[in-house]
């Protein structure tokens, strides 16, 4: 690559690199950028070349590795020289980007940080937030969300720069249960942090989670390194990523922030909530993010629960099927500081061995977790037990399997929950029919529209009225399971939600 200014490298990242990103690379290692950087005090990787002479996604530091000591929030580094077979194919510290967007370099003291390159606007706004916030020197006071060091702006794109942790961090698995509870409450405080600043990650799941540990890249599962820091007591977890986060106002209420169904359909398979399966016209974001992290530690630990049940209620409150029954971040830690790090004490499992078998089983909201516990601790517990999956919602996630459908039962329920709504169910065709005139299909659509409407009230209506003993009975008002104290939570909005149903 010849020499190129900085316009017309945001020209390249507009255009072609946006359709290849995983070309970035060649441009991250041309001449113009290594110097950029430098300039600013970060050495970048190299970037390791094929035998075509094409720049690959794999790089190593460019200086040798001559720190002694590791100060937080950088991270502890290699451990696996023993696992390697070639030193000259698998350098020390060398790291695989599948995406492209993330440089990796060692600052003027030779720490390494890895750079993010941010397009959106509303990425770099909760990224500066962070940044603001300050950055912890050590894990006691540490928020748990990966520290941002500095912002570059580059024309109309920016650099952020954060301390390079390692990916994968339940690799190798941990191996006491106490060492496993410690992943799920950092994960938590950073998640109660994220909202408590009104920020609403929006992806969270087990690859946007991160320790402060790194090494090879193809050797984490039997780095030695790894288990021996994690039974030291000196590895710490963070989230990161925030390519879908979304940033209220401070003096917001969570109850009050919603997003449109449409911001629900990013994400990763397999850890994208139900919020809007059933074509609810917007959603809450920190719910959302609640039920998000339930199934990511779901997927980490569920397996679990035989030795650890208190972990059930947990997950179960964690990815309730109802956002307005689930815990709330804050809940969630208080929930684990207050009830299940003491019952793991209590009972003693804290040094027991964990299993490390996640097994193959799914591992989704609708799943029983209480099967084979004993029966009286899930009666003790059955008010944080999700029920089992109604007749509607099995009917309108089936309605809604497609596009075009969602939009139209979001389009509805939208419309239900407007004043005078039978008003709208009766003159809808009526209203609507000038606007088609001479369009067959297009009255047909509405008449189906109209009916559909009217069933929407009436289904709803008595879905609506045989709910609400049940609401009114079922009252996780206390982290106690015999509720004697009332002190903990009320589910007045769920009331609130259940009556604006009604015609």
């Given at each position: 690559m010849g020499e190129v200014t900085e316009h017309q490298i945001q020209i390249q990242l507009d255009t072609e690199y946006a359709e290849e990103p995983w070309r970035l690379p060649t441009l991250w290692n041309s001449e113009y950028m290594r110097n950029w950087f430098r300039e600013r005090g970060y050495h970048?990787?190299?970037?390791?070349?094929?035998?075509?002479?094409?720049?690959?996604?794999?790089?190593?530091?460019?200086?040798?590795?001559?720190?002694?000591?590791?100060?937080?929030?950088?991270?502890?580094?290699?451990?696996?020289?023993?696992?390697?077979?070639?030193?000259?194919?698998?350098?020390?510290?060398?790291?695989?980007?599948?995406?492209?967007?993330?440089?990796?370099?060692?600052?003027?003291?030779?720490?390494?940080?890895?750079?993010?390159?941010?397009?959106?606007?509303?990425?770099?706004?909760?990224?500066?937030?962070?940044?603001?916030?300050?950055?912890?020197?050590?894990?006691?006071?540490?928020?748990?969300?990966?520290?941002?060091?500095?912002?570059?702006?580059?024309?109309?794109?920016?650099?952020?720069?954060?301390?390079?942790?390692?990916?994968?961090?339940?690799?190798?698995?941990?191996?006491?249960?106490?060492?496993?509870?410690?992943?799920?409450?950092?994960?938590?405080?950073?998640?109660?942090?994220?909202?408590?600043?009104?920020?609403?990650?929006?992806?969270?799941?087990?690859?946007?989670?991160?320790?402060?540990?790194?090494?090879?890249?193809?050797?984490?599962?039997?780095?030695?390194?790894?288990?021996?820091?994690?039974?030291?007591?000196?590895?710490?977890?963070?989230?990161?990523?925030?390519?879908?986060?979304?940033?209220?106002?401070?003096?917001?209420?969570?109850?009050?922030?919603?997003?449109?169904?449409?911001?629900?359909?990013?994400?990763?398979?397999?850890?994208?909530?139900?919020?809007?399966?059933?074509?609810?016209?917007?959603?809450?974001?920190?719910?959302?993010?609640?039920?998000?992290?339930?199934?990511?530690?779901?997927?980490?630990?569920?397996?679990?629960?035989?030795?650890?049940?208190?972990?059930?209620?947990?997950?179960?409150k964690m990815v309730m099927r109802d956002p307005a029954q689930r815990f709330t971040a804050s809940e969630a830690l208080r929930f684990f500081e207050e009830v299940v790090y003491p019952w793991a004490a209590e009972y003693k499992v804290l040094q027991c061995r964990a299993c490390t078998d996640k097994g193959q089983g799914s591992r989704g909201p609708d799943v029983d977790r209480w099967q084979g516990l004993d029966p009286a601790f899930v009666n003790e517990w059955a008010a944080f037990r999700q029920p089992p999956l109604p007749w509607f919602t099995k009917f309108m996630r089936i309605v809604c399997d497609s596009d075009w459908r969602t939009h139209n039962v979001a389009w509805i329920r939208k419309r239900l929950h407007e004043p005078i709504k039978l008003n709208f169910v009766l003159n809808v065709y009526r209203r609507e029919q000038c606007l088609v005139r001479g369009k067959n299909y297009g009255r047909i659509r509405l008449i189906l529209l109209s009916m559909l409407c009217s069933a929407f009230v009436l289904v709803e209506t008595f879905m609506t009225m045989t709910r609400i003993p049940d609401l009114l009975s079922h009252h996780p008002d206390s982290f106690s399971p015999n509720r004697e104290n009332i002190d903990f939570k009320t589910q007045s909005g769920s009331y609130i939600a259940v009556y604006a149903l009604l015609p």
């Open positions: 970048l990787y190299t970037w390791r070349y094929d035998e075509y002479g094409e720049c690959t996604l794999i790089c190593y530091p460019s200086l040798p590795d001559e720190l002694k000591e590791t100060v937080f929030p950088y991270a502890y580094r290699g451990g696996d020289d023993r696992l390697v077979w070639d030193l000259d194919e698998q350098p020390a510290l060398f790291v695989v980007d599948s995406k492209g967007n993330m440089l990796y370099a060692q600052n003027l003291q030779g720490h390494h940080v890895a750079i993010k390159l941010v397009k959106t606007r509303h990425e770099y706004e909760v990224l500066q937030y962070l940044q603001k916030q300050c950055i912890d020197n050590s894990q006691e006071h540490f928020s748990h969300v990966i520290p941002i060091l500095e912002i570059l702006p580059f024309g109309h794109y920016w650099f952020a720069v954060m301390p390079r942790w390692g990916d994968l961090p339940n690799h190798p698995a941990p191996q006491t249960i106490g060492e496993a509870l410690e992943f799920i409450r950092c994960m938590l405080k950073g998640l109660n942090f994220l909202h408590q600043h009104r920020i609403a990650h929006g992806d969270i799941t087990p690859t946007n989670t991160l320790v402060n540990h790194f090494g090879r890249a193809h050797f984490i599962d039997q780095n030695p390194y790894r288990s021996k820091l994690r039974s030291e007591g000196l590895l710490t977890y963070a989230l990161f990523d925030f390519d879908f986060s979304v940033m209220f106002p401070q003096t917001s209420a969570l109850e009050e922030c919603r997003l449109p169904y449409q911001e629900s359909w990013h994400g990763t398979p397999g850890f994208t909530p139900s919020d809007t399966a059933q074509g609810e016209f917007d959603f809450s974001p920190f719910a959302w993010d609640v039920c998000g992290m339930g199934m990511t530690l779901c997927y980490e630990f569920q397996h679990l629960i035989p030795d650890v049940p208190i972990l059930a209620p947990l997950l179960d």
